[in-house]
């Protein structure tokens, strides 16, 4: 009786347990084929990208998921300053160890930048208030008078 109660136990457990397997790359720098410290490995169900498993690159560039069911997935990896790499992933019935995978740099062009700011026209220190003459505009030949007109909280009578 012992014997029976054992082997049923024994066959539910094997039921629940399914193999778990292990996905093994190295992300690399496409432009000198560096390690790529830090970047965020996703695994994702293909169908509603919920989330399997996630994990950092080491130093090296290298990362390990660990504990994946049987399926197929979408690996996704990012890191800022880089293209995302997405690919197909099939995990049957052994650990995966896939080639390195190179991300490219985003790099875009910019034609021209212009910076556009303001002089501070008023500074309050204690109880002193210091207007500074160059953050306000004035004809070539103005006068002090045109220049005191524009300041604010000034009065020419």
């Known amino acids: 009786m012992k014997k029976i109660i054992f082997l049923i136990t024994l066959s539910i457990i094997s039921f629940g347990v399914q193999a778990q397997y292990n996905i093994q790359s190295k992300i690399i720098e496409k432009r000198n084929n560096h390690g790529l410290e830090m ?69 875009k062009m910019l034609q021209e930048v212009k910076v556009n700011g303001t002089a501070v026209q008023v500074v309050v220190k204690n109880h002193t208030i210091e207007y500074n003459a160059q953050a306000f505009k004035t004809g070539q030949n103005a006068v002090v008078e045109d220049l005191l007109k524009k300041m604010p909280g000034v009065d020419i009578a």
């Open 39 to 107: 970047a965020s490995v996703r695994l994702l169900h293909p169908s509603d990208s919920t989330l399997e498993a996630g994990v950092l690159s080491d130093s090296a560039g290298q990362f390990s998921l660990q504990n994946i069911k049987p399926g197929t997935y979408l690996l996704n990896v990012t890191n800022i300053g880089y293209n995302d790499h997405n690919q197909k992933v099939i995990v049957i019935d052994k650990n995966l160890i896939l080639p390195a995978i190179a991300m490219e740099e985003n790099v």
